[in-house]
């Protein structure tokens, strides 16, 4: 916006004094943005939960239900996944209790989140382009009205809101997107109160609301750099000349932003330790991590341009070579952004500024900390977009303040008016359909497929549901495949390893279980499954050092120590295989294969009464199987309880014959 043709208001304060007048007079925008953005994303009440995290998060995961002090214990202190977002586990808990596990309650909490940030930013937008433009209440206010809430359109039914809007597991992004607007406009509340007592309570404020953005999700970390950002223009507090900041009339701006650091730096370095943890942190080179950043820059203002074809999913390139063609691609758009920015600074600050705020705010998730296995992701233009939607308010904000100046034909008008009806509706249309692609887990990965026919995490979800619905041979194919596009995809060698050993191709499942653990050598279940069929072709010392690698990865998991037990009986070791045994039960003592084993060692080391407790425990957990009822006949026979040992013998000879008579032979 060419704010050099506008003059600034006299005082400043008149400005600042005017804004606030009609915050609470004029209710039709806010409500129109929120009617127009729930109706463009009402497909997503048909969206089911999908297998993209959300299996892992929601479906698989009972530690975040509900409210009590076990579940809010857990919120505050896991880095489940790698994000720390106790405050977005927070409402997901409370979702549980009002809607079980429907997914539909999932979505409507965070359409109603997105639709009040759309009114939220159309509050925000308000404020900046007034003092932009210099405006105050009385002057052209519906002008005003109408830019800010194009503005907030624009940010709200974008195609690029999708993936946060519908994916639940993106509720970080819409929670944490709502209380980082609210620290905006706390702080421009903050910058514009002509008294210093206001001042610090719109501070105050601002702080708070800030930690809970936080509390939802890390990526807001960089907010200090952007109010200075916004010091300087469009709130004129900084001049554009850093080294004069700290000179007495500009050091008092600077010192109100550091509380904001000093969270901003603690939840930076806890989100790093959650992405760690998780082991979400990936390998590469500096080099391709800048490659990466730079393309980033490029993608998501291109996409903003021209949203087709956007896709859950863009995979990093497997081939270090690829990695050519992103690397020129991002350092040939950022040279002519720059370049274009050198020359428009001066009659079009407003480029800059929303050119410097998109940088800055994207750069925890650019790339140069790589996290997971994307490229870039349509989520992550939620809050560094917000820019670009607040130039496109201040261009037509500012078609109208020329219009002023000079009459427009009637043609030009009715072009000026329609202009932005047609853009939200061709918005609104392509956020329609892309809202359905999560519909379910097959529509998601099979249009992910469709985009990017060489995705390796597509062709192993697939493989996973093929699988499921017992088509293990297409499962097969697309494990295959997986693997081929990219070896080092460590959950498809795990998967493929484990459907070739039910297959009986052992040589081959070993191989690539092993190239999983190369890849995550913290894989506990690769580690046991690998013990397994080491264990069964003799190579019983190998097999004892992946079962003990597992249990100290996870010291939970029961049936490792239960392969350890086996192994060890099998060995002749009885005292190390009720150790183990013990502590298998320990962890599951709902499982009749852990009390089997522990009865039968037991009973070789002449423990007879406790493994008989132990072999009547299997029978009451599972009565109609015949393996229970067997070993306590045998045991009841060694204790000279023939009648009873009878008895279990009738029992599982009868279970035996009904086993034997197979469904599927009919």
């Keep these: 916006m060419k704010t ?62 509900g409210l009590g002090w076990s579940q809010l214990r857990w919120m505050f202190t896991t880095f489940h996944l790698g994000p720390y977002q106790p405050l977005s586990w927070v409402t997901l808990g409370l979702d549980y209790l009002i809607w079980g596990m429907n997914p539909v309650g999932y979505h409507l909490t965070n359409l109603i989140l997105h639709a009040a940030n759309g009114v939220f930013f159309y509050f925000v937008s308000r404020r900046l382009l007034a003092v932009a433009f210099s405006m105050s209440d009385e002057e052209e206010s519906w002008r005003l009205n109408s830019s800010a809430a194009f503005a907030a359109l624009i940010f709200a039914v974008h195609p690029m ?39 610090r309570h719109w501070l105050g404020i601002a702080l708070a609301v800030y930690a809970l953005s936080l509390l939802s999700k890390a990526t807001s970390i960089t907010l200090p750099v952007v109010l200075v950002l916004l010091d ?136 140069i900390v790589p996290i997971g296995p994307q490229l870039v992701a349509d989520r992550y233009s939620y809050l560094p977009c917000l820019s670009w939607a607040l130039l496109a308010g201040g261009g037509f904000l500012s078609m109208w303040t020329i219009s002023t100046n000079k009459k427009p034909s009637r043609g030009k008008a009715a072009l000026g008016c329609a202009m932005p009806v047609v853009i939200l509706f061709i918005l609104g249309f392509l956020t329609w359909k892309q809202t359905g692609v999560w519909r379910d887990s097959r529509t998601l990965w099979e249009y992910v497929l469709a985009i990017g026919p060489n995705s390796s995490i597509a062709h192993d979800a697939l493989g996973k549901m093929a699988e499921a619905e017992g088509n293990s041979g297409q499962a097969l194919t697309l494990y295959r495949r997986a693997v081929a596009i990219n070896p080092g995809n460590a959950g498809a060698n795990f998967n493929l390893a484990r459907l070739l050993a039910r297959y009986g191709q052992l040589h081959d499942a070993v191989s690539h279980y092993r190239a999983t653990l190369r890849i995550d050598p913290d894989d506990a279940a690769a580690h046991n499954n690998l013990g397994l069929l080491l264990a069964s072709q003799g190579e019983s010392t190998e097999a004892l050092e992946h079962f003990y690698r597992a249990v100290a990865i996870d010291p939970s998991y029961a049936l490792a120590f239960f392969n350890l037990g086996r192994v060890f009986s099998s060995q002749g070791q009885e005292e190390k295989a009720v150790q183990n045994y013990r502590q298998a039960l320990k962890l599951s003592a709902d499982q009749i294969e852990i009390h089997l084993g522990l009865g039968n060692a037991l009973e070789k080391q002449g423990h007879l009464e406790e493994a008989k407790e132990h072999f009547e425990a299997a029978v009451k957990l599972k009565p109609d199987s015949a393996d229970p009822h067997a070993a306590l006949a045998r045991l009841l026979a060694a204790l000279g309880a023939k009648d009873d040992a009878e008895k279990h013998y009738q029992e599982a000879i009868r279970l035996l014959k009904l086993q034997s008579k197979v469904p599927g032979s009919r």
């Design 161 to 199: 809101r999708v993936e946060s809007v519908a994916w639940a597991t993106e509720r970080r992004d819409v929670l944490s997107g709502f209380f980082y607007i609210g620290t905006i406009y706390s702080y421009l509340r903050a910058a514009l109160d002509p008294e210093p007592s206001g001042r």
């Design 232 to 367: 300087i223009f469009p709130l004129r507090r900084l001049p554009g000349r850093p080294w004069v900041w700290f000179n007495p009339p500009f050091r008092s701006v600077l010192y109100e932003k550091l509380p904001f650091l000093a969270l901003a730096i603690v939840f930076a370095a806890v989100a790093l330790l959650g992405q760690r943890t998780a082991g979400a942190l990936q390998q590469y080179e500096v080099i391709l991590r800048v490659a990466q950043t730079l393309y980033g820059l490029n993608f998501y203002l291109w996409k903003t341009l021209i949203p087709i074809h956007l896709s859950p999913l863009y995979e990093l390139p497997v081939d270090a070579s690829q990695w050519a063609w992103v690397f020129v691609l991002g350092v040939a758009g950022v040279i002519v952004v720059a370049v274009a920015l050198y020359f428009l600074s001066r009659s079009w600050p407003a480029l800059l500024a929303c050119w410097l705020y998109y940088a800055v705010v994207l750069v925890p998730v650019s790339g």
């Design 4 to 65: 050099n043709n506008l003059r600034r208001s006299r005082k400043s304060s008149k400005a600042s004094e005017s804004v606030p007048k009609q915050r609470g007079t004029k209710w039709f925008e806010p409500a129109f943005i929120a009617i127009v953005t729930c109706v463009t994303f009402l497909p997503v009440f048909l969206n089911q939960f999908v297998d993209w995290d959300d299996y892992s998060n929601l479906v698989n995961n009972p530690r975040y239900r």
